[in-house]
């Protein structure tokens, strides 16, 4: 499933990246990643990833723009994201029901991208 | 409903919402004062905001003689409007029932037994009157005043208030005793905010004007909705296991409709006739006011006294011991005393609130720490799992697969370094919150300050090697040997290098440099740490000592520099800082180099104090060769 699939990763702690990137290259996927939230659109609309994973609490000055310009490059490319947060409510206009609690177990969150992944394919 | 409790002049509203909310009053809000959810703010930000017992309501109140949808707050302009949507008990506004009204800052409103205090919008063209005030320095001589008499408030009390007793005039020397009296009283419970020790003198004060055997006190109780004796006070000589028995009916009658009382059982028609050889058990006076609050009545001031046959018998033509005079003054100082349990009971529900929202700040920003660390431990010990598992696979069969096997070793050792980081992080968390929590006294012994800065600089090069920051080290070359605790001392340098190299984040060629100096001129000692990252604004240098706040995001605990400041100062010395916007920032830590040696040794040529067998007076000078 997650061979030949494009996730786009945005989480401000690099530390999260690496590992997710790590879990995810471990399974055949490609990577991109963006700190910040004014950089992942930009990602989003030249990669064209097939899922986004976005930490929706880790950037500490997301500007109304910036999530803006990220939502509609999901809908464009009908990318599929899956938010990362301790409220459903967090930044409402990526909330789209693909939510993961945190502090989340990896496990669930691979699954959760898999399950994505399935319903493209 | 209608119940009754401490309150706040409107004009009070203004002054309260900026004690409380500083520079947020841009936002008018609910601060509940009294009910279940005493000390919560609700901050109004929306067009329309419902009041209610039940969850979707933005403002929730957890009091069951509130409606499910009970009232509705309205935007107009710069108020809101308040209507009540049929509530099953009705709403209040400063007392009275209301269906429809414009809120003013101060307006307190009650629905069902939980109070709550509107605050408004501040305007922000609120007048400026610094530049019609000019104060004119003293040396100014054109201006042509000088002080020509100065009391202090002590003595501008007393001189206010001539002797009572020395007005020929019956009727001005009981007035001046009664201005006297209320006076003392208004100065006698002004200081205290604790409402027991309040009530106490409140019960002093009275016995010393009036001439009564027993008294007390008794508070509303809003929740249980009746009077609470709260102090008693019984005259010396007079017997104090008996109790005070009041009549409900007076005491309802007082409350309800809020007036004092003068109750005597005596029997007019039969007790002055010597011929009655009927021995009595004496009389009983009693006076009993409302304490009238601001709003409405907060209980009940109570005092009573005696009068016995043989008294009755010798003063038979005036035994009344209380008349309408003191009936008149109790009311007066029964509305003082309320005021007061007023303002004290205000300050109580205020510092319960401001330590809830302590508290819930804490442990809110406590909660977002842990949480984050939480999830770095669980992403390394995954990575652990799966290299674990990838490693059984590779090496459990016939032909073990190296380069898996040891793709797998790099997983797991991926994983244990994030794990380890993490537990450096919630360490450094802990360590922080016990030194700023004063758990943690400083255990000084003989220490270098440049080992210190040699340790700290040492263990951040990993860090800033991995964020591409040059850490540099420059020791002075002379450091004397100082009592300092030096795990404290490592703490507070540590906090500040962090986040000088955080700072350094998305900047070009980040440099921090770490420098120790000894100015034996000055007595200091210093380490001074320098960035050249994104600087702090003025706005923000005094507020990056103040405990959780970061401009780090999710980085930050906001206990750091707290944290060093705290260290510096138990050590007798500080932090300044110095930065500028977009330059960077250079953090001082100074330490005094003999804090002991100043406090107990003077410096020669100092003044001291002298005493009479110091000082020889001269012989008389010799006039006579003159």
């Known amino acids: 499933m997650f061979s030949h699939a494009r996730i786009l990763i945005v989480d401000s702690s690099a530390e999260n990246r690496d590992v997710l990137r790590t879990l995810l290259e471990r399974l055949g996927a490609e990577t991109i990643e963006a700190a910040k939230i004014r950089h992942a659109s930009g990602l989003a609309r030249h990669a064209r990833p097939h899922v986004i994973v976005f930490d929706a609490e880790s950037d500490d000055d997301p500007s109304e723009e910036a999530v803006d310009d990220l939502g509609r490059a999901v809908s464009r490319s009908s990318t599929s994201i899956v938010v990362l947060g301790t409220q459903r409510r967090c930044l409402s206009p990526l909330a789209t029901g693909h939510f993961v609690s945190k502090p989340y177990h990896y496990a669930t969150l691979i699954r959760r991208i898999e399950v994505l992944l399935g319903n493209r394919a | ?626």
């Open chain 2, 1 to 626: 409903m209608k119940v009754g409790f401490p309150g706040f002049t409107k004009s009070a509203g203004d002054l309260f919402s900026l004690l409380i909310y500083g520079d947020r009053s841009k936002v008018a809000s609910l601060f509940v004062i009294q009910g279940r959810d005493q000390g919560s703010r609700f901050q109004l930000e929306e067009s329309v905001h419902t009041v209610g017992r039940t969850q979707n309501n933005s403002v929730r109140l957890h009091d069951t003689e509130v409606s499910r949808e009970h009232a509705e707050l309205v935007r107009r302009g710069d108020c809101y409007v308040l209507r009540d949507l049929g509530s099953s008990n009705g709403t209040y506004v400063n007392g009275r029932p209301a269906t429809e009204h414009e809120l003013v800052s101060g307006d307190q409103l009650q629905f069902g037994k939980s109070l709550l205090l509107y605050t408004g919008f501040i305007e922000d063209a609120s007048e400026d009157i610094a530049d019609k005030v000019d104060i004119v320095p003293r040396t100014d001589t054109n201006d042509g005043s000088r002080i020509v008499a100065a009391l202090s408030h002590l003595e501008g009390s007393d001189r206010a208030l001539p002797d009572a007793s020395s007005s020929s005039n019956p009727w001005l020397a009981r007035a001046r005793s009664n201005l006297q009296i209320m006076y003392r009283t208004a100065l006698a419970i002004s200081h205290t905010m604790d409402i027991d020790q309040l009530l106490a003198r409140i019960m002093e004060m009275i016995f010393e004007w009036v001439d009564a055997d027993r008294g007390c006190i008794m508070l509303k109780d809003i929740e249980k909705d009746k009077l609470v004796p709260k102090v008693r006070r019984h005259r010396r000589g007079v017997r104090t296991d008996e109790k005070i028995t009041i009549s409900k009916t007076i005491l309802d009658y007082v409350v309800e409709r809020n007036e004092g009382v003068l109750t005597s059982n005596a029997r007019d028609d039969e007790r002055w006739d010597p011929a009655q050889s009927i021995v009595k058990l004496g009389v009983r006076e009693a006076i009993c006011v409302p304490m009238q609050g601001r709003y409405d009545v907060v209980g009940v001031i109570y005092i009573d006294t005696s009068i016995t046959p043989q008294r009755m018998l010798m003063n038979k033509g005036n035994v009344n011991q209380f008349n309408e005079e003191h009936l008149r003054l109790m009311i007066a100082i029964a509305h003082q005393a309320a005021l007061a349990v007023e303002d004290t009971s205000y300050y109580k529900a205020l510092v319960q609130a401001e330590r809830l929202a302590a508290v819930g700040q804490t442990i809110a920003s406590l909660s977002h720490h842990i949480k984050n660390i939480l999830q770095g431990v669980r992403g390394g010990s995954y990575l652990i799992e799966l290299g674990l598992g990838d490693h059984d696979q590779a090496t459990s069969s016939d032909k073990p697969d190296k380069e898996t096997a040891a793709k797998a070793v790099g997983t797991i050792r991926k994983g244990w370094g994030i794990v380890e980081r993490n537990q450096e992080r919630i360490s450094s968390l802990v360590m922080d919150m016990l030194t700023f929590s004063k758990e943690r006294e400083p255990e000084p012994v003989p220490s270098n300050l440049n080992d210190i800065g040699a340790e700290v600089v040492d263990s951040m090069q990993t860090r800033a090697e991995e964020l591409k920051v040059q850490l540099s080290w420059q020791p002075a070359k002379k450091m004397p040997i100082l009592s300092f605790d030096p795990e404290a001392m490592h703490r507070a340098l540590l906090n500040v290098v962090t986040n000088a190299i955080d700072a350094c984040d998305d900047v070009e060629n980040p440099q921090v440099t770490v420098r120790s100096e000894h100015d034996a001129k000055e007595k200091l000692v210093r380490l001074v740490v320098t960035d050249n990252g994104l600087g702090i604004t003025p706005d923000d240098l005094e507020a990056i000592f103040n405990i959780f706040i970061s401009r780090k995001g999710g980085r930050g605990t906001g206990l750091g520099l707290p944290v060093s400041r705290k260290i510096m100062e138990e050590h007798g010395g500080q932090i300044l800082v110095e930065s500028q916007p977009g330059e960077g920032s250079t953090f001082t830590l100074e330490l005094p180099t003999s804090p002991q040696q100043v406090e107990d040794e003077p410096p020669q040529g100092a003044s001291q104090s002298l005493t009479s067998s110091d000082v020889q007076l001269d012989a008389q000078p010799d006039l006579s060769s003159h």
